[in-house]
């Protein structure tokens, strides 16, 4: 008789999109013609980039010719591709070889597997608020949780775990706080893996919103983490890939844990990948590979200033009121205290009946983020205009 996983049950049920999806449809029901501005999702908007178009017009061309055609590739990512990304780490200071770099589909689908080569004793700390995808995973795999606070008295960079914990998942800058981890900070946390043998799973999605040149953009610039750390990356928010679909891990040969010699967690990830995922599309990794291009880089570096120009009007427009923000400066989200004390999903029907503005109750990613509100600077500039200034007008506190 077959059984469910129960673990399944254990998840607790994530409305958030489909009642923010279900407010907002009642709203323009009940006000027809009224115009939503949506700033609430973590979704790119903008066009591809030409370098960016010209790889993937590349790739397609180069499957209509028998000569260039090619099927399945290698499940680890066409070596071309490893090979860039590791000479782009090499110009950021951080030597990894190309056998220590996983192409894959995204960023999501290995941040939710990774979990499934460690063992299911594993503690896992996860800070809260955070993308719930590493939460929902470990429920899956049946993984102790705990959870690492992040609030205002720690400016929403948790502190170290207080009991012994396994495996800590970091992501940084944090979605949806927009807030990012120091050097100092990120060397604490490596430092408490090395002495537990416990493995940081760190999620640099962001890394290319970081404005400020002190703050990491990979953990692989603090000593130490290539013995202790797996980085999580993706092409989906520096580049506009959130529907062409390209992302890596780094798995340092140089790892230990408790129960491992080096190279063998490489071995395992390479297993892992090689037995369930068949590659990522050759298309998108043609297009890749033009991103890391020096136009490629040019190019994909504006079109991120357009979003964190997009999050300064923001910032700007809602401080002038009076209403504290996180974040926002080294990301592409903001995180703003709901003023009144009220909660998340208060605020967000005030919001939307006020001003017409769509954002995400921070409650969604967490119980600490109950009483905060994110808003994202993925948008066209008229729109996010639009609704800074229908906040501003409209607002009332
Ligand atoms: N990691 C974080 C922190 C995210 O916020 C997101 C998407 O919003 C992802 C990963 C997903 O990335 P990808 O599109 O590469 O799957």
């Not at 009991?163 to 430092?191: A, Y």
């Not at 890391?292 to 427009?317: C, F, H, P, W």
Request: net charge neutral; with cysteine; hydrophobic share 35%.
């Amino acid at each position: 008789m077959a059984k469910i996983n129960s673990n399944y049950k254990n998840l607790s049920q994530n409305y958030l999109f489909s009642e923010i999806r279900k407010r907002t449809a009642a709203f323009s029901e009940a006000n027809p013609g009224v115009e939503i501005l949506r700033l609430g999702i973590g979704n790119t908007t903008e066009p591809l980039v030409p370098t960016v178009l010209d790889g993937l017009k590349l790739g397609v061309k180069k499957l209509s010719k028998v000569e260039t055609y090619t099927g399945y590739g290698d499940e680890q990512g066409d070596i071309r591709l490893r090979k860039a990304l590791s000479d782009w780490y090499d110009k950021r200071g951080i030597k990894l070889s190309d056998d220590e770099i996983f192409i894959s589909d995204g960023a999501k689908c290995d941040a939710a597997n990774i979990t499934s080569i460690f063992d299911t004793s594993s503690v896992v700390a996860i800070s809260d608020p955070v993308y719930p995808v590493y939460l929902d995973t470990n429920i899956i795999s049946n993984k102790k949780v705990i959870f690492l606070e992040s609030t205002d008295k720690n400016d929403f960079i948790p502190d170290l775990p207080k009991e012994k914990t396994d495996i800590i998942f970091i992501c940084s800058p944090n979605n949806p706080t927009g807030t990012v981890f120091t050097r100092e900070k990120l060397k604490e946390f490596v430092n408490y893996a090395l002495e537990n043998k416990a493995i940081i799973i760190f999620d640099a999605a962001y890394s290319e919103y970081i404005q400020d040149k002190n703050l990491p953009r990979s953990i692989y610039g603090i000593e130490g983490a290539k013995n202790c750390s797996i980085e999580i990356q993706s092409f989906s928010k520096s580049a506009g890939f959130t529907g062409v679909r390209l992302g890596w891990t780094v798995v340092p040969k140089d790892l230990i844990i408790e129960n491992s010699i080096p190279g063998e967690i490489n071995k395992l990830w390479n297993r892992r990948q090689t037995t369930m995922f068949n590659g990522a599309s050759n298309i998108a990794q043609e297009g890749g590979l033009a991103a890391l291009s020096e136009d490629g880089q040019k190019q994909t570096r504006e079109q991120v200033q357009y979003y964190m120009e997009n999050a300064k009007i923001i910032s700007e427009g809602l401080k002038s009121l009076g209403l504290k923000i996180f974040g926002g400066v080294n990301a592409p989200y903001l995180w703003i205290k709901c003023p009144k004390g009220l909660t998340s999903w208060e605020f967000f029907d005030k919001l939307l009946n006020e001003t017409h503005v769509v954002g995400t109750p921070g409650s969604g990613f967490g119980k600490m983020g109950e009483g905060y509100f994110r808003l994202s600077a993925f948008g066209h500039r008229e729109n996010v205009e639009k609704a800074v200034k229908n906040i501003k007008e409209n607002l009332k506190l």
